[in-house]
Structure formats: C-alpha cells, structure tokens
Nanobody
C-alpha cells in the first residue's frame, strides 16, 4: 500500500502564494506518477497537475499554466505544488494522488488540504 499525506494549505489573499507538499510512503515502486487534484464546493474533482516519478513530462490544466508548478524530490518521496498569483477560483480542497504503474489510473489519495483564496 501507498500512503499520501498533504500539507501546506491555508487562507491567502488573491495574488498570494502557497506551496502544497505531499509525502509518499509505502510501496511507492508500485506507482509511476503523482498528481494534484482539487474539488471546489458543488463541483467535480479535477486534475490540476501531474508529474511522473522519472522523466520530465509534466501536465497542467489550462487555468493554472504559468501560475502553478509541480515538482518532486525522489530522494525524499515528496511532491510539491507551488501556487503563485492565486485567484478566488482556485479555492478548493486539494488532493495528492498516486497513479498505479500497472492500472495507469490515479487510485491512491491523500486526505486533502483546504486552500482558500480571498478576494
């Protein structure tokens, strides 16, 4: 099993910055990529950014391009989401997720961390 623990959420004013961290432990070798997802009240969960454990092909949804950066530290089994120029529409619960190397879907989830951006 893989365990994921997020941290770093909070309340910030529009234009501000936050960095989310995700600590992965357990059978990490069963996963091949990590992602950050978010779910706003009344909306479906959506992918925000993804990054493989090896290689450099990151993905971002259009609305965060140029503002958010996903990164990893393989030695520490950590994944980060640097969020700059935050907007009220970024308000959501942010989840770290791991993609199974065999099933190729994000099926392992952290508990989530709240990000609230005030206008």
């Amino acid at each position: 099993q893989v365990q994921l623990v997020e941290s770093g959420g909070g309340l910030v004013q529009a234009g501000g910055s936050l960095t989310l961290s995700c600590a992965a432990s357990g059978r990490i070798w069963d996963t091949d990529a990590m992602g950050w997802f978010r779910q706003a009240p009344g909306k479906e969960r959506e992918v925000v950014a993804t990054i493989p454990w090896t290689g450099g092909s990151t993905f971002y949804i259009e609305s965060v391009k140029g503002r958010f950066t996903i990164s990893r530290n393989n030695a520490k089994n950590m994944v980060y989401l640097q969020m700059n120029n935050l907007k009220p529409e970024d308000t959501a619960v942010y989840y770290c997720a791991a993609r199974g190397a065999v099933v190729k879907r994000y099926s392992i989830w952290g508990q989530g961390t709240q990000v609230t951006v005030s206008s």
